[in-house]
């Protein structure tokens, strides 16, 4: 059993990629003004990242439309990795964001520079924290309606901006008001810092999705306690799950009475999928039974997931 993704919670999420890339857009622009006005090294790392911030929205923007695609005779599975690859972006241009920024404060601290035209840079920079603040929240809406993870990315980026904007305006404050150029350079360099850490939180995230890394052991004790709670089914094994963009894929094989007629098992399966739905909305669902007793095929058993426990009916008694 599939769930598709309703067209609400898709629209949600094309609307708030649209949103993202006129925000960068936005902030490019005043960022570039405020650089030429202030010759700022923290605006200037500011600017290289929000430059990149528009790459990766691109990257998103594009990325949740292919991967709201449904599945064709070349992609049985959907689109849904396509988030991931987009986050995989993400992490590659924040990384080299970082190491440009690291570059030019290093190069400053030790050849400082002054920072003209504070008030206007200071206004910049408030502006920017307001527009990304704004943004976040824009994109919270979304990930709560869809569950997207290249939006989730998208989001883990600008928050970090947020951060990294505050620094900034330490920075500049420092430059043009105290007449200390070098702790400007200091906060180019504290912000390089936070978009390395940063992307390696992305690229943890997107590796686990294209590695096909399990859910939780939390998620597969509720899957398996779902399917449980009907005494009609008497064992949960050779269960498999991963993620695909939103989607939680979800396959197991169950013990069921051999005495069953093919309707009974029907339904009962179809009773098990809709348990499994309500915990995991978004879901592709596939349960193979199994006669109570039999043996199962040694090949199988070895590449399912490791057990945990409430794996039968049994030990769900109190």
């Known amino acids: 059993m599939t769930l598709i993704v309703d067209e609400d919670a898709q629209l949600a999420t094309r609307n708030v990629t649209r949103l993202s890339v006129g925000v960068a857009v936005v902030l490019i622009v005043l960022k570039a003004f405020a650089l030429g006005a202030s010759g700022s090294v923290s605006i ?9 911030d528009l790459a990766a929205s691109l990257a998103t923007f594009f990325a949740v439309r292919w991967a709201a695609a449904p599945p064709d005779a070349e992609h049985r599975y ?50 920017s924290i307001a527009l990304t603040g704004w943004l976040v929240w824009m994109q919270d809406r979304a990930i709560k309606r869809s569950g997207s993870m290249a939006v989730q990315a998208d989001r883990a980026h600008y928050v970090a901006d947020m951060a990294s904007n505050a620094v900034v305006l330490i920075g500049v404050i420092s430059g043009a008001f105290l007449a200390a150029p070098g702790l400007d350079a200091a906060a180019g360099l504290i912000v390089c810092v936070w978009l390395f850490w940063g992307a390696l939180g992305l690229l943890r995230g997107a590796a686990d999705h294209l590695l096909d890394r399990a859910v939780s052991d939390a998620d597969r004790i509720a ?54 739905l ?32 409430a794996m039968d009916n049994a030990s769900l008694t109190p």
């Not at 089914?233 to 094989?253: N, Y």
């Open 78 to 127: 959907g689109h849904g990795k396509g988030e991931a690859m987009a986050a995989l972006v993400q992490a590659g241009l924040i990384f080299a964001s970082s190491l440009f920024i690291g570059w030019e404060a290093m190069q400053r601290m030790f050849d400082p520079r002054p920072v003209s035209s504070g008030y206007w840079t200071v206004l910049v920079v408030l502006i």
């Open 223 to 276: 899957i398996t306690t779902a399917v449980l709670a009907d005494p009609r089914i008497t064992g949960v094994h050779q269960l498999r799950s991963r993620m695909s963009g939103a989607v939680t894929m979800i396959q197991m094989h169950i013990d069921l009475d051999a005495k069953l007629s093919l309707q009974q098992a029907h339904d009962i399966i179809v009773e098990a999928e809709n348990r499994l």
């Open 278 to 309: 309500a915990a995991f909305p978004r879901a592709d669902i596939l349960i193979h039974p199994d006669p109570r007793g039999g043996t199962h095929h040694p090949a199988a058993l070895a590449s399912s997931e490791p057990e945990i426990p």
């Open 44 to 52: 200037l790392a500011s600017l290289a990242d929000s430059a990149l």
